[in-house]
């Protein structure tokens, strides 16, 4: 399948085997903390509001610093901004393992090693991504970009059933030790991966105004504005379910840390094989339905998540639920890239990512949904309310639902001169 598919390319290059190891290493930290973190507030404070916490200081750099940060490191290069990002990281952890060590372990600081790892968050994701595809060469950056997508739900799934597993049995000593050694190995890889491809060409100075040009693009067309909207809807009800969804395994069904992420891998699990399925099999003329039904089944998911008596009718809502996540994740960011201009393709994910930064909205909501009204019907209102949104969203945006491939509207026309980009530029 793999040579099928293309991902011989980017795995038989060693400088881009490297750099995928390095993401993968890192996205298994980044969901093993997301439920340690989750689990030890919840069995500290007892508070939803706490839970939710720990997500939202880990999301929050993404709404307040995404623009700027990527902007201002477009021009350095990227596999040494990476790598002190991943260096940065690994201090961290293992202040955090003395912290632990020496009883100073408490919520505030907590909190703070959450919202370094999101800046972290903020960086890595498209400086990594980009330097991957540069890496391969932008040919094949469908290919590179499905391994990654792949990968993304596997870490999702790694890093949710040994959260349970290292809490359960090693508690958050052994947390912050994995989370140093596989930062260890993610830096290892890093500094093994040769200097940016040649075939890269250094990114010019950052333009001014670039996000105000995207939302003017998004504007005249309906299917980027849906896309946009769809993205928001995701990020302000449903992504934040995984806050609440240790409290709901803990206190409606009694289970152990370890046994929360075992039930809770079963999402991942389906986040992935739907992944590999989207790659393997999807064909461009039914994105749209991949991406705007897959919020929906996340909905869908959630609220039978919510519903159910026990662990045993949870799996298959957990599995609706992972599943639709993986089919907006994986369209999240090929629907604006093909149906944007040329010229304004950078701009537009400028919006798209702004738009994925509102998460904390939604996590800081659902926390206090879950402090004043509980976590099962906390989960049941933000799930409602996103599945009903969508549904209004689709009757005013037909076009996210209709069949055909996500190509650039010849309604948008060709772009002013003044948004013109007077050359092609990476990343």
Do not use: K
């Not at 968050?121 to 060469?137: A, D, H, N, S």
């Amino acid at each position: 399948m793999l040579p099928a598919l293309g991902w011989s390319r980017v795995l038989g290059d060693r400088t881009a085997r490297r750099i995928w190891l390095a993401g993968l290493a890192i996205g298994v930290v980044r969901w093993l903390e997301m439920l340690a973190f989750a689990l030890w507030a919840l069995e500290t404070t007892r508070s939803p509001v706490a839970v939710a916490a720990t997500s939202f200081a880990r999301l929050l750099p993404l709404l307040l610093l995404g623009v700027p940060l990527t902007g201002l490191l477009e021009a350095r290069d990227r596999r040494r901004v990476v790598q002190a990002g991943v260096l940065a990281m690994l201090a961290t952890s293992l202040a955090m393992l003395a912290a632990s060590l020496g009883d100073r372990l408490g919520l505030p600081l907590l909190l703070a090693a959450a919202f370094a790892n999101g800046i972290f968050w903020t960086i890595e994701q498209p400086v990594r991504r980009t330097l991957l595809g540069e890496t391969v060469g932008l040919e094949h950056a469908a290919a590179s970009m499905g391994l990654e997508a792949a990968s993304a739900q596997l870490t999702r799934l790694l890093g949710t059933v040994a959260g349970g597993a290292v809490v359960a049995f090693l508690g958050l000593d052994g947390v912050f030790l994995a989370a140093a050694a596989l930062y260890a190995l993610a830096l290892a890889a890093l500094i093994g991966a040769r200097p940016a491809s040649r075939r890269a060409r250094r990114p010019g100075p950052a333009r001014d105004g670039g996000l105000w040009d995207g939302l003017a693009a998004v504007r005249r067309d309906r299917l980027l504005l849906g896309a946009v909207l769809v993205t928001l809807i995701f990020n302000l009800w449903g992504f934040p379910w995984t806050a609440l969804a240790p409290v709901i395994a803990e206190r409606r069904f009694g289970l152990d840390p370890a046994a929360i992420g075992l039930l809770l891998g079963v999402d991942g699990l389906a986040g992935v094989l739907a992944a590999l399925w989207i790659v393997a099999r999807a064909r461009p003329t039914a994105f749209r339905r991949i991406y705007t039904g897959g919020v929906a089944s996340l909905m869908l998911g959630v609220i039978g998540y919510a519903l159910a008596p026990s662990p045993l009718l949870a799996l298959p809502c957990l599995f609706a639920a992972g599943a639709g996540m993986a089919g907006f994740s994986a369209m999240q960011m090929t629907i604006p890239l093909a149906a944007a201009p040329p010229a304004l393709r950078l701009r537009v994910l400028g919006v798209v990512t702004t738009a994925i930064g509102t998460a904390p909205l939604g996590f800081l909501l659902v926390g206090l949904l879950g402090e004043r009204l509980g976590p099962q019907p906390a989960l049941l209102s933000i799930a409602g309310l996103g599945l009903a949104a969508t549904a209004l969203l689709v009757l005013w945006i037909p076009e996210l639902i209709a069949a055909g491939p996500p190509g650039a509207s010849a309604a948008q026309g060709s772009p002013p001169a003044d948004l013109v980009e007077p050359r092609a530029r990476d990343g």
